[in-house]
């Protein structure tokens, strides 16, 4: 398979935020097979002298390029981390195992079972909990110097194969390592976007469970193409959340008789007002219609589970009077709202 790399005008184009101790890390895998770097350095532009200096930085172009390189050089997608090669298009099949799944979940759960075919150096394993999942990644043998990146590289890959399999940005609560801070920590805020902690039990991701029951969007051709340049999954953050609706849903709900314009929706959500109106509309939705879904759910639980009068509801949901709540009830039902509490309104 031919695949893409980045132009030599793109390699040293952008904000260099890779930790050069990443770049020594492909550098050893090389030497531990006894083979030579130079070329691959040299087609990546990266000097040979950078490498002494544990404060330098590459751009994720030049990452991408030279990991790729490094992958057939060594014939080995695990650049050197595990006891057994991972041949060239190992993690592709692996992808390949995982994109009929109906769900997030499906597919996480069966790329970590069939990891275990390629090697059980380390396990990967998902923790699905009431709110929180977590990817929890077991080390069964001694990873030496090759440990930071290996599971940095793992995981993040992992977490950019998901995102691309729901098409959305996936945002964790927690990431967690089984090392002390690096002197690169900072990296990490960019590569784990969220809380990082270090010294922990083992590595591991943590997001919001919701995202488990996200429907897989991809398909065999996608996944051809995206094959093509796969390694950018590990470097690059998606920008769009499918679990907007969600998030947006939970904030209206919680207070459903506000006015929740868009200003401070975007507000309480860290978006801008532009950029809450066009990823829902991405998602197919509208603020208006997210609220007045909150309005109807609140009235109708109100109207069938209490004796407030209709006044009092209308007042409860945000509305002025209760005339125009009638009217907008009648619109959400079918039904006024009287007929509605009394069962009138039950088959609409």
Known sequence: MKILAP????????????????????????????MDPASALAQAQIPAAVLEDPAARVTAAQMELLSGIAMQALDDEALGWFSRRLPWGSYGMLCRASLTSPTLEVALKRWCRHHRLLTEDIVFELVPQRSVATIRVAEHTELGELREFCLVSTLRYLLGY???????????????????????????????????????????ISFDARYLTLPVRRDEKALQAMLQRALPLTVLQYRRDRLLVHSVAQLLAATPAAAHTAEDVA?????????????????????????????????????LQTRKPVKQVAAAVGFDSEKSFARAFREWTGAAPSAYRTGAGSAA
């Open 7 to 34: 132009s030599p005008a793109d390699l040293t184009r952008g904000r260099a935020a890779t930790p050069i101790a990443f770049i020594r890390a492909i550098v050893l895998g090389y030497r531990l097979r006894g």
């Open 162 to 204: 998901a995102c691309w399999l729901v098409d959305s940005r996936i945002a964790l609560t927690a990431a967690a390592f089984p090392f002390d801070a690096p002197a690169h920590a900072d990296a990490y805020a960019y590569l784990f976007a969220g809380p990082a902690s270090f010294s922990a039990p083992a590595a591991a």
């Open 267 to 303: 507000a309480q959500l860290n978006l801008s007002v532009r950029t809450l109106h066009r990823q829902l509309k991405e998602e197919g939705v509208s603020l208006q219609q997210l609220k007045n879904e909150a309005r109807r759910e609140h009235a109708t639980r109100l109207l």
